[in-house]
């Protein structure tokens, strides 16, 4: 199985941290998003104790919750010790009511509106990532009203060679995110921000991309971000305390996808942050990175009932289920590649080519095409893998279908974490 905490139980169902998936889609309907909370736990646990081996805790993981945002969540990362990353007021607001304190929420964003600049300094967020000029100014004008010091970071755009790495999507200037290096524009900011008031800078930030399956492009990011600090250092006489590289560590969709393990990447990229370090004389800062998929990604499945199933000759079969493009948008959006099985008879063959077709009225809303599954029968439960992150935080109400409940598993019980939405919920707002 793609994913530790799922396995094939005695009477050949799926199961997932001892939990029988056809139990839970009967106890709770279809469709369901089931979260392992034993495989989110161990994988935190994994990162905190890279950072003890690697740094000697001189830094933590932040959990980048854009992946997978609910009080839960951020309930069971803190405890983990691990800080949370947010990138709306809407994620901060959610953060803060689950008990996040503000000084371990970092917020990030390439647009931050006037209203949640002025919610994240009111609440004394402790890291708020400036992305651009404008935001900068904003924020020095919005401090200097309250008579505030607003503690900030930098995104910066690292300028990773995309020719040589194709799946890093953040190039060089043509980013929505971030300063740029190579014009200057990342320099600028900084001397500007070194005469402001209001503002404290703690530190520099660079993510390069999301589902990134080798470790070089973080080792490559990690010696710009460093030789840039030296430049700073010795230009502008700024030292920072912290050194934030980011997200964006690969997971396994299917059995293709070559994960590394997250160990991996966090000694190669220890290796260069130290060495460079010595090299160019700097006081270590402390180091935080940022996984969000790797976190909640394979803990997450989703399990649908199976409805109409139309067996077009020669061209393919359609396996309809009673979710689609509003609980999951991935493939619609990317075609994202997934893991399906029928949950109720996975320890048959999966000989069946499958289409996994939605429920919405859009051609292309479909999870998977002319993927192998066991023989579906109308009625069956449907389960597709790896649908923890950007799943249920990308879903919709599209043809005013509703989100589906989340269910935590946890050794063999499990409880909801969010309630399944009902029809009141979709007119709540309507006048
Ligand atoms: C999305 C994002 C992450 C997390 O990326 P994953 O691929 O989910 O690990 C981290 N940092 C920033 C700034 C992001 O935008």
Do not use: W
């Not at 935190?44 to 980048?64: E, L, Q, T």
């Not at 008579?147 to 755009?157: L, P, Q």
């Not at 061209?315 to 493009?325: E, F, K, L, T």
Request: hydrophobic content about 35%.
């Amino acid at each position: 199985m793609i994913s530790n905490c799922l396995k094939i139980n005695h009477a050949g169902h799926l199961e997932i941290s001892g939990c029988d998936t056809v139990e839970l889609a009967e106890q709770y309907g279809t469709p369901l998003y089931v979260m392992s909370e034993d495989q989110i736990r161990e994988t935190c646990r994994r990162y905190v104790a890279s950072f003890a081996k690697n740094y000697n805790g001189h830094g933590k993981p932040i959990y980048a919750s854009k992946a997978f945002s609910c009080k839960e969540i951020y309930r069971i990362v803190l405890s983990e010790g691990l800080d949370v990353e947010v990138v709306s007021g809407g994620e901060l607001y959610t953060a803060l009511q689950a008990g996040v304190p503000s000084s371990q929420i970092h917020f990030q964003g390439n647009n931050k509106s006037t209203g949640e600049l002025t919610m994240a300094l009111e609440n004394g967020v402790g890291d708020i990532v400036v992305d651009n000029l404008y935001e900068l100014e904003c924020l020095e004008k919005l401090a200097a009203q309250r008579n505030m010091t607003a503690s900030i970071s930098f995104r910066i755009k690292p300028g990773i060679d995309a020719h040589t790495h194709e799946f890093i999507r953040t190039g060089q200037i043509d980013s929505k995110f971030g300063l740029d290096l190579a014009s200057g524009e990342a320099l600028d900011a900084l001397r500007q921000a070194k005469e402001m008031q209001h503002i404290a800078v703690k530190g520099l930030h660079c993510h390069i991309g999301s589902q990134i399956l080798e470790c070089a492009p973080f080792v490559h990011a990690a010696e710009v971000m460093l030789d840039f600090y030296g430049k700073i250092r010795n230009e502008l006489g700024m030292t920072f305390e912290h050194l934030n590289l980011g997200g964006g560590f690969g997971i396994h969709y299917t059995e293709n996808d070559d994960a590394i393990p997250y160990e991996n990447y966090m000694e190669a990229v220890s290796s260069m942050v130290h060495s460079k370090c010595q090299e160019l004389n700097l006081e270590l800062p402390r180091i935080f990175i940022e996984p969000g998929r790797s976190i909640v990604g394979e803990a997450g499945i989703t399990l649908y009932s199976v409805g109409a199933i139309k067996e077009i000759p020669g061209v393919r079969n359609y396996v309809a289920i009673d979710g689609g493009m509003f609980d999951n948008p991935r493939y619609a959006l990317y075609q994202s590649a997934y893991t399906c099985l029928v949950a109720n008879k996975a320890d048959k063959p999966a000989d069946y080519i499958a289409t996994i077709a939605g429920k919405c009225c859009e051609s292309g809303d479909l999870i998977q095409e002319h993927t192998p599954i066991q023989k579906p029968e109308s009625g069956d439960i449907l389960a597709v893998l790896s649908t923890g992150a950007y799943n249920y935080s990308m879903a919709s109400n599209y043809n005013r279908n509703l989100k589906p409940a989340c269910v935590m598993v946890s050794n063999g019980n499990s409880r909801i974490v969010i309630k399944g939405e009902t029809y009141e919920d979709l007119i709540r707002n309507d006048v």
